[in-house]
């Protein structure tokens, strides 16, 4: 419970320092990353439900940060809304991909990465169309790939250095 709530609150933290990526208003988060990386490397029992907090989490402290520094109208609440959508979709394939997958062959993490990025994309850019938000229309699939690619080796690189970081820490107390 107390690296779920955690996972939470550096997610959201995390959410707020984006990187532009390819054409349109398209931009890399960082709080995905925080989360599928923690998800990778604690395993816990409810993997989509944390998902689920996290992207509520997230929604309401965008909200909060922007009403200090821009007039917040209901269609600004409601985009932020959609990345609930989002990080509930990378969760479920994210599960069904990687934590779930028995297979003799199982997909490479960046690969499967990719592929949970695109379809929670693809979930969250069918929102924004169903609901009229044009925040997306002048982004193109390539971006998305392009972004789902991105994330993908910046979750794998946090997965990484974490492991090597308490590797080296745990044979540190081993030898003393």
Known sequence: MFKSIWIIILSALASLIYLPVG???FRITFGIVVLIAALHLFKPK???ALSFV???AIVILRIAV???SIEMTSSIASSYLLEIPYYLGYA???DWAITTNRSAYPLPLVVALVL???GANTIEYSLRNLAADTIWNSTSFYTILLAAFVRS???VFAVWAYQNTMSKKSTQ???I
């Open 23 to 25: 054409d349109g208003s």
């Open 46 to 48: 409810h993997p989509v």
């Open 54 to 56: 996290t992207g509520l």
């Open 66 to 68: 922007d009403s200090f």
């Open 92 to 94: 479920v394939v994210y």
């Open 116 to 118: 949970c990025d695109t």
């Open 153 to 155: 080796v910046l979750i």
């Open 173 to 175: 107390k081993e030898e």
